[in-house]
């Protein structure tokens, strides 16, 4: 059986040689983790703005092809419209 002095060795030395990852350093690593795929995110705030921002600037752009669309007959009204 070990004694907790053993196992305190033992860490301290895996800590040295570079085998051992200190808990806190995990956790901090999981933070930055969080934080970089909060900021990636694409339904913060900020992103959702650029996305509408750019959509409409789209939709300003094909608003003359639409309205030309409109005016046209669908197929099933062109479809009615020929003798059977």
Same mark, same amino acid.
């Given at each position: 059986m070990e004694t907790k002095l053993s196992k305190l060795r +033992?860490?301290?030395?895996?800590?040295? @040689?570079?085998?051992? %990852?200190?808990? !806190?350093? =995990?956790?901090?690593d999981r933070r930055k983790?969080? +934080?970089?795929?909060?900021?990636?995110? @694409?339904?913060?705030? %900020?992103?959702? !703005?650029? =996305?509408?921002?750019?959509?409409?600037?789209?939709l300003k752009a094909l608003m003359p092809y639409i309205k030309t669309l409109r005016k046209k007959l669908t197929w099933d009204e062109m479809?009615?419209?020929k003798p059977a």
């Open positions: +033992e860490l301290q030395r895996a800590k040295i @040689e570079g085998g051992w %990852i200190d808990p !806190e350093d =995990r956790k901090e983790a969080l +934080e970089a795929a909060w900021k990636d995110n @694409e339904n913060a705030p %900020i992103e959702v !703005e650029k =996305r509408l921002k750019a959509n409409k600037a789209e479809q009615q419209q």
